[in-house]
T-cell receptor, first 113, second 114 residues
Framework: GENVEQHPSTLSVQEGDSAVIKCTYS??????FPWYKQELGKRPQLIID?????GEKKDQRIAVTLNKTAKHFSLHITETQPEDSAVYFC????????????FGQGTILTVHP | GAVVSQHPSWVICKSGTSVKIECRSL??????MFWYRQFPKQSLMLMAT?????????EQGVEKDKFLINHASLTLSTLTVTSAHPEDSSFYIC??????????FGQGTRLTVV
């Protein structure tokens, strides 16, 4: 089955700096890669996603890049703000059922004012 | 986007009792739903795939007799934790998707077994 590795496990940045979180996946058949932000006790919130036929996607301060050959994808947050502090998860999906997700281990992002 | 509602949001039960958690798709029909478990400070782990009208598919290591899943209608899947023990205390969350769309999550259920 799919295995997703996520790094780093914790990331501390100063407000205004950029943050980068990286994930690798094992199953070359995976074709959908979402990123989630989760606050304590809450459901995961989709912040950006990318499909396997796209190499990069950007939404305001957030961008995701995908390298299918190397089987890795990354989340980039620019101009970080304290409210970006949360746990971030990457995930991978194979096939057409996008509800069946394999999650990375998570990254605790702390943005210091 | 589509709405998935989960109930209850939290529950405390005594060791040895059973607890039922409901997951409803409010504005779409979901032939397939998914159940995840999240221990504190850990990631979400897929427990099982709930299939409307047929048996659930469990991930390796998940006891099907302990975590009973019923998906009797196109909008409702239930997870029953039977003979709960303190080690079953966790955050349980369901999801569903509309074909090749994003996954929609329920609010999650915090289960505490005392």
């Amino acid at each position: 089955g799919e295995n997703v590795e996520q790094h780093p496990s914790t990331l501390s940045v100063q407000e205004g700096d950029s943050a980068v979180i990286k994930c690798t996946y094992s199953d070359s058949a995976s074709n959908y890669f979402p990123w989630y932000k989760q606050e304590l006790g809450k459901r995961p919130q989709l912040i950006i996603d990318i499909r396997s036929n796209v190499g990069e996607k950007k939404d305001q301060r957030i961008a995701v890049t995908l390298n299918k050959t190397a089987k890795h994808f990354s989340l980039h947050i620019t101009e970080t703000q304290p409210e970006d502090s949360a746990v971030y998860f990457c995930a991978a999906v194979g096939g057409t059922s996008y509800g069946k997700l394999t999650f990375g281990q998570g990254t605790i992002l702390t943005v210091h004012p | 986007g589509a709405v998935v509602s989960q109930h209850p949001s939290w529950v405390i039960c005594k060791s040895g009792t059973s607890v039922k958690i409901e997951c409803r798709s409010l504005d779409f029909q979901a032939t397939t739903m998914f159940w995840y478990r999240q221990f504190p400070k850990q990631s979400l782990m897929l427990m099982a795939t709930s299939n409307e009208g047929s048996k659930a598919t469990y991930e390796q290591g998940v006891e099907k007799d302990k975590f009973l899943i019923n998906h009797a209608s196109l909008t409702l899947s239930t997870l029953t934790v039977t003979s709960a023990h303190p080690e079953d205390s966790s955050f349980y969350i369901c999801s569903a998707s509309l074909g090749e769309s994003e996954a929609f999550f329920g609010q999650g259920t915090r289960l505490t077994v005392v």
